[in-house]
């Protein structure tokens, strides 16, 4: 049901790969609450992916950046601007990918090259499109940009490897910048921290389907999923939130305020 919450305001989305993303799911939201979009995502991605069925749906221009290069992303936002006809009001940087993950490499045995790119896809292009964004002054007062994060920030858990760093990296990055943009053009940067959720980045995690199962059983709501995610989305990109920003917002279900939920301990109990 649309609220018309978006009516009118222009955004780009990164990182919708298949039905499954969180990408995916808040471009069909914001679309449906009156926003105009432009769709994009890494060149292979374009490829092996099933973004024009999306961006059909969305009435959407899909234009193809390598979120790590910044060449690409001035590209992306020249287009977008002109694609949609003005500055945008919102952003959304929904992108993660770890080599070492990938590769199975252990955590405590990692390849340094691989950490590098983990960094620098997951997070660090947080800060490009960030930086390419205000170079190219693209964003209008009051603009919203959210990434997405994951509690692997703050607390250990072992099979998220270096995308722990990443996601840390990630959060810091938006309280840094959400204060250059803040000051600058009244720009809001925050990140939002969600529940594991079923999509292709998240079912690379190894041990993911224990984690998934645990964070739900632990969590008073359950676990977010997806569409919870775009419907958080939506509400950030609104103007009823114009004065939250350089925040780590948790998406949970009440997951990051636990110790232990009864439906753990009667789990434990019966061993
Ligand atoms: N799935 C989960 O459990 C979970 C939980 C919390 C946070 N997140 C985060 O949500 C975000 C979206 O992941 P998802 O779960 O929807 O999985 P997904 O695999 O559908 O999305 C990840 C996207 O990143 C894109 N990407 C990778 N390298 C890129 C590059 N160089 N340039 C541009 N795009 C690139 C991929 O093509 C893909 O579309 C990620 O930041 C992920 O870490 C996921």
Redesign the pocket.
């Known amino acids: 049901m649309s609220h018309h919450l978006l009516q009118g305001k222009k955004g780009i989305i990164?990182?919708?790969?298949?039905e499954?993303?969180?990408?995916?799911k808040a471009a069909q939201r914001v679309v449906e609450e009156g926003a105009s979009i432009t769709l994009?995502?890494?060149p292979i991605?374009l490829r092996m992916?099933k973004i024009n069925e999306l961006a059909k749906e969305c009435n959407a221009e899909v234009i193809p950046?390598?979120?790590?290069s910044l060449s690409d992303l001035e590209d992306l936002f020249s287009k977008s601007m002109e694609k949609l006809g003005g500055k945008l009001d919102f952003i959304l940087?929904?992108?993660?990918?770890s080599p070492n993950l990938r590769k199975n490499v252990p955590y405590t045995a990692t390849n340094y090259d691989n950490f590098q790119k983990t960094l620098d896809?997951?997070a660090l292009?947080f800060h490009k499109v960030l930086q390419t964004a205000m170079k190219l002054d693209a964003l209008n007062e009051w603009a919203s940009v959210i990434?997405?994060?994951?509690i692997a920030a703050q607390r250990t858990f072992p099979g998220y490897n270096d995308?722990a760093e990443a996601?840390a990296l990630l959060e810091s990055i938006a309280r840094s910048f959400g204060y250059h943009y803040g000051n600058k053009r009244k720009v809001r940067v925050n990140t939002v921290?969600?529940?594991?959720?079923?999509?292709?980045?998240?079912s690379g995690?190894s041990g993911?389907d224990a984690f998934f199962h645990y964070a739900d059983k632990m969590s008073p709501l359950g676990n977010a999923n997806?569409d919870d995610c775009a419907n958080f989305c939506v509400v950030l990109f609104s103007d009823l939130t114009r004065m939250v920003t350089m925040q780590n917002l948790y998406h949970d279900g009440g997951f990051s305020s636990m110790g232990v939920s009864q439906a753990i301990v009667e789990d434990m109990s019966g061993r």
């Open positions: 990164f990182g919708a790969l298949d499954r993303s969180m990408a995916w994009t995502n890494a991605a992916g950046a390598d979120a790590t940087h929904s992108i993660g990918m896809i997951s292009s990434g997405l994060s994951y995308m996601k921290s969600q529940s594991p959720t079923v999509t292709t980045a998240g995690v993911f997806a």
